[in-house]
């Protein structure tokens, strides 16, 4: 008798399972079959592929902003080695003008009649070969332009020459040469330029 009780119990719990597998809360079989996403979460998540190559990019930017600043970190280190001593050079030189200045001034003299000029003059010679040298061996470099065109970037024209032979803009005379320290200007020539009459 309690056999036959149970079996008829059994029949409406079934009914009770197949009705929770239709209930709309739970996946559709045809959703899944078109490609829908399972649930919300899902359709708004990322595409990863995506978020792959944005984070690639962002890694090679950083890479290439990176190289870059070693690049100009080096060059200006370089720079700073190669022109550390600009300002003592630019003093410098004005040493080596003076020097050019005396020997200038004793050249018209006679130094065969009188010793004492002589042996100065000798000695300023020597010392002015030896601030040269000592110039030339920390890359400053004297440049005399007479001849030349001018060029603004080189020379300082400090006043104008008329001359009828030559075309206007050409360096005639020469007040104080030009020097260069590795290849950049340390001071520009100061020179008097032609003025053609033409």
Known sequence: MKDKKDKQKEPEVHEDIKNLMEDSTLVNQSDLEDGAPMNEATKDEPDLTE??????????????????????????????????NTKFARDIVTVADDLERALDSIKDINLDNNETTKTLSEGVQLTMRSLTQILER???????????KFDPTLHEAMFEVPDTEKESGIVVHLVEPGYRINERILRPARVGVSKSNK
């Open 51 to 84: 978020m792959l190559e944005e984070a690639n990019d962002r890694i090679l930017r950083m890479a290439a902003e990176m190289e870059n600043y070693r690049k100009r970190s080096l060059k200006e280190k370089e720079d700073a080695i190669k022109y550390s």
């Open 138 to 148: 920390n890359g400053i470099e004297r440049f005399d332009p007479t001849g030349e």
